[in-house]
């Protein structure tokens, strides 16, 4: 377990004119999986987004871990293999996260989409055709054999539908196909305890959030801090761009000019819908809507999750679910569960997110590869440094993408590798109890330790992991106190986030570090609670407190769907550190 008390999270100024024999453009998933890896080596990194870390789609995915059962059909078995691989790893390195997730796929015809899955895997475009029980069964034999190597879920089964799932699914469905997934509670976390991992191990690292590059001449990047607007300058040995959907733009700020990527997006809906979450019994339907794509719902923690669209866009900067969409996923519920109705009411956040895939001329969005690939731009007449580009990838797959960009990191730089990162636990997964026994121990022992009652503990573990135990004693000496108005946290826990975690605005906290927003659990109320305790933690004045509350407000509205009411800025002092909206979204959401 790490014994580390805070992440070394720093300002741009703090790292002024330091050298660095890497740094990483970009803090979504696939740049701190570098970042972690190349610190185990010993590798002494900086880690810079122009966001949050996180902010972008490493914050907006499905939140599933898995290997891409739908990739088959296109004949990428390797990606499949690889994906259902690093799932096992992460349920294995990641348990308080990651949980496997029962799936149930609805079927209603016996020979249907044959065609279309040949068509599909010979590269041509079929008809639109759902999917019938000998194509699903035949997919899910060769995700079985896949995924064998570090077996931890159940091989798939068929079965004629049960009473139940007749009452739930539309009167066609004749069978259900059933296999096992997984699913993650809080990848921003995950992408948090990473930083943190890495720097334990290589405390010479550091990573700097709302922190913009600007360019790179000879050595030397030049650095602007998004919050002050000040400039500073480090040099590095290598550098690596792991900027996602922005992957072009960054390319051209460090002198590159080759298009290697193209975006598209995933809108997402959170429900307030009991009744659907009681009847899917705690697993995710796996879907065809009746225009072919393919949807997903399951239960995510008290709500349900929906997911999602496939739309390509060009401006990664320039995006948000539109009313259509929210209106297209509702429609596709409707039609899979009939019997149940579903309208905007029941929507209480909505998210998005841009997959950065590689350049494609792919009739369809859902045609393009998700696999990744690592490629090296030589130094040029401006620079004089190489850089990894990191194209393409999945959430699932961040390790082996981040095992396979470090290596190149480490020939460049003329370093061997000392570990690998594929048996590592990842924070809080660390020292976590195996089984019903050993967790009631161990919350009863975070509960006495800590003076706390047992729910609380519980919350603790399932939040944090084993790292709870050292975290929840120093909750209890600032009082542990619940916030009134959101009191699934307390305000020790919110002020603990805001000091220890790299907050620098509101909607840091809010939408990233807890589980409120997405949860449909923020009120303008709760709101206001958070922005007082974050004002007091991190030193803000009367008129950052009351823009920084405007912010939040307005990115929840305007962006996740929340309802709240408009909170107005300070009129006579506006400060200059926040960045438009359109222009907020984090550089590297990978």
């Known amino acids: 377990m790490s014994t580390t008390s805070a992440l070394p999270f720093v300002r741009p100024a703090a790292v002024a004119g330091r050298h660095f024999s890497t740094v990483i453009v970009g803090a979504g998933i696939n740049g701190v999986g570098v970042f972690r890896d190349l610190s185990l080596q010993g590798v002494d990194c900086l880690i810079v987004d122009k966001g949050d870390f996180s902010a972008g789609a490493s914050s907006a995915p499905s939140r599933m871990i898995h290997g891409g059962l739908r990739y088959l059909e296109s004949g990428s078995f390797s990606l499949v293999a690889?994906?259902?691989?690093?799932?096992n790893l992460l349920l294995r390195n990641a348990p308080h996260l990651?949980?496997?997730?029962?799936?149930?796929?609805?079927?209603?015809?016996?020979?249907?989409?044959?065609?279309?899955s040949a068509l599909k895997f010979l590269g041509r475009t079929p008809p639109q055709r759902t999917r019938g029980l000998l194509a699903v069964a035949t997919g899910l034999r060769l995700y079985d054999l896949l995924g064998r190597r570090q077996r931890v879920m159940p091989n798939h089964r068929i079965s004629r539908v049960q009473p139940a799932d007749r009452q739930l699914f539309r009167a066609a469905v004749r069978w259900t196909a059933t296999f096992?997934?997984?699913w993650i509670s809080h990848p921003e976390w995950l992408v948090l305890e990473l930083v943190r991992d890495a720097c334990r191990d290589q405390p010479r690292s550091a990573a700097a959030n709302h922190c913009r590059v600007m360019g790179c001449a000879g050595k030397t990047l030049t650095l602007r801090d998004e919050t002050t607007g000040e400039v500073v300058q480090v040099t590095a040995d290598a550098v690596v761009n792991a900027s996602g959907a922005w992957l072009d733009r960054s390319t051209a700020l460090l002198g590159g000019a080759v298009?290697?990527?193209?975006?598209?997006k995933g809108s997402h809906l959170v429900l307030d819908h009991p009744a659907l979450r009681d009847a899917l019994q705690g697993r995710m339907a796996y879907f065809e809507a009746l225009d072919?794509?393919?949807?997903?719902?399951?239960?995510?923690?008290?709500?349900v999750l929906v997911g999602s669209t496939d739309i390509p866009v060009d401006d990664p900067d320039q995006i948000a679910t539109e009313p259509a969409e929210v209106d297209y996923l509702l429609e596709v519920l409707g039609e899979v569960f009939p019997n149940l109705s579903f309208g905007r009411k029941d929507v209480v956040y909505t998210?998005?997110?841009?997959?950065?895939?590689?350049?494609?001329?792919?009739?369809?969005?859902?045609?393009?590869?998700?696999d990744h690939s690592v490629v090296i731009d030589p130094p040029s007449p401006s620079r004089d440094i190489p850089v990894v580009g990191l194209v393409g990838g999945k959430w699932t797959t961040f390790r082996a993408l981040a095992e396979e960009a470090t290596n190149e990191v480490l020939h460049l730089l003329g370093r061997e590798r000392t570990a690998s990162t594929?048996?590592?636990?990842?924070?809080?997964?660390?020292?976590?109890?195996q089984g019903g026994q050993a967790t009631e121990r161990f919350i009863e022992r975070i509960a006495q330790d800590a003076g706390l009652a047992r729910e609380r503990a519980q919350a603790l573990l399932r939040r944090y992991g084993s790292e709870a135990l050292r975290m929840a004693p120093r909750f209890k000496v600032a009082g542990d106190v619940p916030l009134q108005h959101a009191p699934d946290y307390s305000a020790a826990e919110v002020a603990w986030l805001c000091t220890e975690t790299g907050v620098i605005h509101l909607d840091d906290l809010v939408i990233r570090r807890t589980l409120l927003a997405i949860r449909g659990l923020v009120t303008d109320a709760a709101l206001a609670e958070m922005a007082g305790i974050a004002a007091e933690a991190l030193g803000w004045d009367a008129g950052r407190e009351r823009q920084e509350l405007h912010n939040c407000t307005t990115a929840l509205r305007e962006r996740h769907g929340v309802r709240l009411a408009p909170a107005a800025p300070d009129s006579d002092a506006v400060p200059a550190f926040h960045a438009p909206l359109t222009t907020h979204p984090a550089l590297s959401p990978t």
């Open 292 to 303: 072919g794509r393919v949807c997903i719902v399951y239960p995510f923690l008290d709500r």
């Open 180 to 182: 096992f997934d997984a």
């Open 351 to 370: 998210y998005v997110g841009v997959r950065p895939l590689a350049r494609s001329d792919a009739d369809k969005p859902g045609q393009i590869s998700r």
């Open 98 to 116: 990651v949980q496997p997730l029962k799936t149930v796929v609805p079927l209603s015809s016996f020979f249907g989409g044959l065609m279309s």
């Open 259 to 264: 298009p290697r990527v193209m975006g598209t």
């Open 422 to 433: 594929r048996q590592l636990p990842i924070g809080g997964g660390s020292g976590m109890p």
């Open 82 to 87: 690889e994906a259902t691989r690093e799932r």
